[in-house]
């Protein structure tokens, strides 16, 4: 039921990039963008394949190497519901890349392709269902080429219908794909599929109710938003959101800077989240010039942000991933006491190990709400969320995340709120903020919307938001080792169980510094073991991490 000669044929003038060891990480496929022609072909017929499993669902797909440089490409598949692609595929990924990368022939390919679709008991023949795929891309240079590797079988061997959404940030991918199927759901057909202008006028939306809700000027609390989009696909898609005609805000308290997309090499470049976060200083172009601004940063692909702002002797201050949680937190649980709903609807906060020590005690002992751990990787924070609480804010200290609202929160608001009670204004709060939420991944934008709303309604001051808790000194280091798969951990990656002995070393170190904490784990995305540590004393942080440093070499 494939066309035998047609995909042959594809196969030999697509895949390209030959022995290639190609593996489905945290982020998807992700490596040299010269090295991805061969996954870039098999990734689209799985995510074909993916859509018929699914009976013909739209399927996302996201060409991106997030913040990584720009000679770097990448790609991964969105379930319908915009969620990461189902784990018990991930291996297909990798068998079937791997299968067209070391294949001498095109019938060892075949063979592979056809095991899976057996294997998954999946009918090509089914002539009522076609696959529905919605492609995107991020705005390096080299993602135009390889949409075609992905792109080149879906229509002509899959019959598949492919919505092409251009340049996009990640996060927009996610909810254009899950917002279509919602919509081909309620047989909308009037609407059909979802577009870019739908994200901006959803999330806008729930921005101005906010305002309107409090009786707000649309106004930022800040006297200036100063937003870095790292010089990749945030800088046009925000100037899009700016511009809509919905957007009221006055345009002289945002200003973007670091927005030279169609300026390949500058991606990721000295500016963006990762930088900022992991250097703990501004981005190239800003110069510390307002103390009273709040500053922010995406990174390429607009799926993580982070904030900061300079005091007044103009020393900078991260309010990374951690503070976002807590300060979502506050705000949530208490607009949940205020509607007297915090008996019955369960608030959390995810976090993973590099959370800081201090944002953990503070969730605990200040906020008294409930904190889980889990592994690295936005799958495994998400999970927690969406099936451990009813309000469940995850992020990665990185700026990686959302919030994750249960069928039971809806239905409760949307209870209490029909009937007369004293609670109106909680519970309208609450329906808008779980609208101006992305639920479907982290998304720079709508938690930077998110951020600047709550801040205007509790009227804080980027310094009153830092000012919760205190962090704790830590440091995040790269070690390069022979071999980082021997280095397997427990207790949600707090923990190594090999190299045998290895972890009774590094508690022993760990036992001399007050407040100390450091924990070793292989990186997911690259080719080396990352070490973190913290503690009380700032002075004694270098030595403390060189000494576990010095057991892991
Ligand atoms: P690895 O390389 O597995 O540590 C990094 C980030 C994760 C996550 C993934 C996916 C740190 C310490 N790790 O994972 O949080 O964002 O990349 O991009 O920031
Ligand atoms: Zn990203």
């Not at 899950?178 to 059909?192: C, T, V, Y």
């Not at 205007?456 to 310094?463: D, E, G, Q, T």
């Not at 290895?502 to 007050?514: E, M, R, T």
Request: a negative charge; aromatic letters at 10%.
């Amino acid at each position: 039921k494939i066309d035998y000669e047609q995909l042959r044929k594809l196969y030999d003038e697509t895949c390209r990039t030959k022995n290639v060891q190609y593996s489905y990480g945290t982020a998807g496929f992700r490596t040299l963008a010269k090295d991805l022609d061969t996954v870039m072909f098999t990734t689209g017929i799985l995510a074909v394949l993916r859509s018929l499993k699914l009976q013909g669902q739209y399927v996302g797909v996201m060409i991106t190497a997030s913040h990584n440089p720009y000679q770097d490409n990448g790609v991964k598949i969105v379930e319908p519901d915009g969620s990461m692609l189902l784990a018990s595929w991930e291996p297909y990924a990798m068998q079937l890349a791997n299968a067209a990368s070391f294949a001498t022939h095109f019938e060892e390919f075949y063979a592979e392709l056809v095991k899976l679709i057996e294997l998954e008991k999946i009918d090509l023949g089914a002539s009522n269902i076609a696959p529905h795929i919605v492609v995107g891309r991020d705005s390096r240079e080299s993602s135009p080429c390889l949409l075609r590797c992905l792109t080149s079988t879906m229509a002509s061997v899959f019959h598949a219908r492919v919505l092409d959404l251009g340049c996009v940030t990640t996060p927009q991918l996610h909810y254009i794909t899950d917002l279509s199927n919602r919509r081909e759901r309620e047989a909308d057909s009037a609407l059909a599929a979802a577009t870019e202008q739908d994200y901006y006028s959803f999330f806008i939306g729930a921005f101005n109710e906010l305002f309107t809700t409090y009786d707000m000027e649309k106004r930022l609390s800040v006297p200036k938003l100063f937003i870095d989009t790292a010089n990749g696909i945030g800088g046009p898609q925000l100037k899009k959101l700016l511009a809509s005609k919905d957007w009221v805000v006055p345009s002289d308290q945002i200003e973007i800077i670091n927005d030279k997309s169609d300026v390949p090499k500058l991606l990721n470049s000295e500016c963006g989240a990762d930088y900022v976060k992991t250097n703990q200083r501004l981005p190239k172009g800003l110069s510390p010039s307002s103390f009273e601004s709040l500053y922010c940063s995406f990174d390429g692909d607009a799926d993580r942000v982070v904030f900061y702002y300079v005091d007044s002797e103009l020393k900078f201050h991260l309010l990374d991933g951690d503070k976002i949680s807590t300060l979502f937190a506050k705000f949530l649980s208490k607009q949940l006491e205020m509607a007297n709903l915090e008996r019955s609807l369960k608030i959390g906060v995810v976090q993973t190990a590099y959370a800081n020590g201090s944002s953990t005690a503070y969730i605990k002992d200040t906020l008294h709400c409930p904190v889980s751990c889990t592994k690295t990787g936005v799958k495994h924070l998400h999970h927690e969320a969406a099936t451990q609480y009813d309000i469940g804010i995850y992020f990665e200290a990185n700026g990686h995340g959302t919030i994750i609202f249960s069928e039971k929160f809806h239905q409760t608001i949307e209870s209490e709120l029909s009937k007369p009670n004293d609670h109106t204004l909680a519970l309208k709060t609450l329906s808008c903020f779980a609208k101006l939420i992305n639920q479907t991944v982290g998304d720079a934008m709508s938690d930077m919307l998110a951020v600047l709303a709550t801040l205007a309604i509790l009227k804080m001051a980027p310094m009153n938001w830092d000012e919760e808790y205190k962090d704790l000194p830590n440091k995040l280091v790269k070690c390069i080792v022979p071999d980082r798969s021997i280095f397997q951990t427990t207790d949600q990656e707090r923990k190594l169980q090999n190299p045998v002995g290895l972890q009774s070393k590094i508690d022993s170190v760990i036992a001399k510094y007050p407040m100390g904490r450091s924990f070793v784990r292989a990186s997911g995305t690259e080719d080396a073991v990352r070490v973190y540590a913290e503690c009380q004393d700032m002075s004694k942080l270098d030595q403390f991490c060189n000494e576990i440093v010095g057991y892991v070499k």
